[in-house]
Structures are given as structure tokens and as C-alpha cells.
């Protein structure tokens, strides 16, 4: 049964350092993996879509990588903003979408 | 462009009652999905559809009933409504492209149930 692990669950980081956000999954026979944020009483809005052959994708000042052998994606944001701060979200697309829990950013101002 | 669009945004319901959330979306997506949303328990399926006339269970199916009469649409009904179904639902659609699609997400219903 795929399992979708991200951590931390929260975490603060002061404004303008680049950060890493963590997705770890158990099975590696994958379709996709997806990036997502959401504000407080929001949907999720969709950030970056990686395709099982690819190994990044980059929007912006995003950029997320995925490594299928090893069970991990990483989301990269550079140059950290206020307007970051939100829950960031990844999903696995096997059979089913399994999501992770999140990852609750705060930049600190 | 509306995307994903959930009708109604917010709703308080009595023990027992019954109700009707819609989701419409005009991407002309394959795949539906039925989501809901709860502290601690992250996002967890309901139902889902690959296409107009099917539905499929998913994690938590009980007590949720779903339809999906024309491509666009796809219902999510409470028959008898129980305080354990207090949450945030969301629906969701994507492509199908060999289950490589993108999945988009609507601004998501919050349901009371006392």
C-alpha cells in the first residue's frame, strides 16, 4: 500500500532564504507527483506536476525534483517570501492519488 | 476560466438531514473526484468517476452516495447525515492522457453537521 510521508509538518523559515520542502513515498511504481498549496480555508491550487520519466520540473522560483528509486521528491523555493507561507501539499498518482499531510510554512516578515 | 467550481460553499445540516453538493467543471475532464478534508487526517477519497456514467468507491465510502449524469457534473449526496461527516469536501477533476493528468481542485465545501 503506497504511503506519502512529508517532513516536517511545520516549519519557519526568516524571509529570503531558500528552503526545501520533503515528500517521501514507499512504492516507486508511480505515474506522477504533484505539488500543491493551500491557504487557509482554500482549496489547492496546483504548483508543479512531475511526470514519473522526468526529474524536475521548475516554475518560477520553484523548482521540484523527483527520485523514483529512492522514494523522495523535494520542493525547492528560492528567495523565500511572506506570501509563501501556506500548507504545501504532494500527491503520488499510482492506481489512486495518495496525498502526504502537508508541510506547514510560515516566512517570517 | 472557472476551473473547478463546488456549489454550495458552506452549509449547516441537522442529524439525519439530507443534502446535495455539486461540482462542475468545465475542462472537459475525464476524471472526478470527491475529497474530504479533516484535521490530523489529511485529504482522504470518497468517490470517484473516469468517466460520464461511472462512479468508483474510494477510501471512505460510507454514507456518501455520487453520480455523474453529464461529463461536467459530478454529485456528492448525504442521505442521512451523521456529525462524523463534519468537513471540508473538495472536488477535483484531471485528464486521463495514461493517468499522467494534472489534477485541479475546486475552492472546496464546508459542511456542519449537528
Known amino acids: 500500500k503506497q504511503e506519502v510521508t512529508q517532513i516536517p509538518a511545520a516549519l519557519s523559515v526568516p524571509e529570503g532564504e531558500n528552503l526545501v520542502l520533503n515528500c517521501s513515498f514507499t512504492d516507486s511504481a508511480i505515474y506522477n507527483l504533484q505539488w500543491f498549496r493551500q491557504d487557509p480555508g482554500k482549496g489547492l491550487t496546483s504548483l508543479l506536476l512531475i511526470q514519473s520519466s522526468q526529474r524536475e520540473q521548475t516554475s518560477g522560483r520553484l523548482n521540484a525534483s523527483l527520485d523514483k528509486s529512492s522514494g523522495r521528491s523535494t520542493l525547492y523555493i528560492a528567495a523565500s517570501q511572506p506570501g509563501d507561507s501556506a500548507t504545501y501539499l504532494c500527491?503520488?498518482?499510482?492506481?489512486?492519488?495518495?496525498f502526504g499531510k502537508g508541510t506547514r510554512l510560515h516566512i517570517l516578515p | 476560466n472557472a476551473g473547478v467550481t463546488q456549489t454550495p460553499k458552506f452549509r449547516v445540516l441537522k442529524t439525519g438531514q439530507s443534502m446535495t453538493l455539486l461540482c462542475a467543471q468545465d475542462m472537459n475532464h475525464e476524471y472526478m473526484y470527491w475529497y474530504r478534508q479533516d484535521p490530523g487526517m489529511g485529504l482522504r477519497l470518497i468517490h470517484y468517476s473516469v468517466g460520464e456514467g461511472t462512479t468508483a468507491k474510494g477510501e471512505v465510502p460510507d454514507g456518501y452516495n455520487v453520480s455523474r449524469l453529464k461529463k461536467q457534473n459530478f454529485l456528492l449526496g448525504l442521505e442521512s447525515a451523521a456529525p462524523s461527516q463534519t468537513s471540508v469536501y473538495f472536488c477535483?477533476?484531471?485528464?486521463?492522457?495514461?493517468?499522467?493528468?494534472?489534477?485541479?481542485f475546486g475552492e472546496g465545501s464546508r459542511l456542519t453537521v449537528l
Open positions: 500527491a503520488v498518482r499510482d492506481d489512486k492519488i495518495i
Open positions: 477535483a477533476s484531471s485528464y486521463y492522457l495514461g493517468q499522467t493528468g494534472e489534477l485541479f
